[in-house]
């Protein structure tokens, strides 16, 4: 069973800072099944990324993904106030596992 | 516009039943594989079930094997979660999500319905 686990657990950030998000897998991962979601507080989750690169419909340019096999990334280029949320790697098919979550909070 | 909406949560005794809604629109929902995530307050998401578009294909996770079933009904674009056996680490806040079919990705969701397992 693939388990996922996302570093760091809380980053604290400025606005206009940049931020990086990882996501390593037990197991390798086919990139088409690698997504990345954003859960702002008191809301749903939100597809941010899937096939680990793809962006998914309204998702800003800042937020890029990457990565391959074990180990993946999200990264936001830019922190604007709204970004300030938890993200989840999540792994389709196979475990269905998602990581545990990133906190980004404002410094 | 493109919407999930649960509905049928609220609170139930340990060992009891509750079956949960969540119907779609604006969007063609027999295009789309349908799956329940939870998330236990404050806590991270936890997937579920699973139902292929045309409800021939079911995934469960382990922690509700036996327990839990989902179905789906294309007709009224509505996709079901039916759980017997509560426990109380069934509590949580429950997502119907869709993907669209290939996607590989939940990129709809609704708003969530909470489910309580206390006596």
């Known amino acids: 069973e693939t388990v996922l686990t996302q570093s760091p657990g809380t980053l604290s950030l400025s606005p206009g800072e940049r931020a990086t998000l990882s996501c390593r897998a037990s197991?390798?991962?086919?990139?088409?099944?690698l997504a990345w979601y954003q859960q702002r507080r008191g809301q749903a989750p939100r597809l941010l990324i899937f096939g680990a690169s793809s962006r998914a419909s309204g998702t800003p340019d800042r937020f890029s993904g990457g990565g391959s096999g074990t180990e993946f990334t999200l990264t936001i280029s830019r922190l604007e106030p709204e970004d300030f949320a938890v993200y989840y790697c999540h792994r389709y098919g196979g475990s269905w596992a998602f990581g545990q979550g990133t906190k980004v909070e404002i410094k | 516009q493109v919407r999930l909406v649960e509905s049928g949560g609220g609170l139930v005794k340990p060992g009891g039943s509750l079956r949960l809604s969540c119907a779609a629109s604006g969007f063609t929902f027999s295009d789309y594989y349908m799956s329940w995530i939870r998330q236990a307050p404050g806590k991270g998401l936890e997937w579920v079930l699973y139902i292929s578009s045309n409800g021939d294909t079911i995934y469960y996770a382990d922690s509700v094997k036996g327990r839990f079933t989902i179905s789906r009904d294309n007709a009224k674009s509505s996709v079901y979660l039916q759980m017997n056996s509560l426990r109380a680490e069934d509590t949580a806040v429950y997502y119907c999500?869709?993907?669209?079919?290939?996607?590989?990705?939940?990129?709809?969701w609704g708003q969530g319905t909470m489910v309580t397992v206390s006596s």
């Open positions: 999500a869709g993907e669209k079919r290939y996607l590989l990705a939940f990129d709809i």
């Open positions: 197991q390798s991962v086919t990139s088409s099944n």
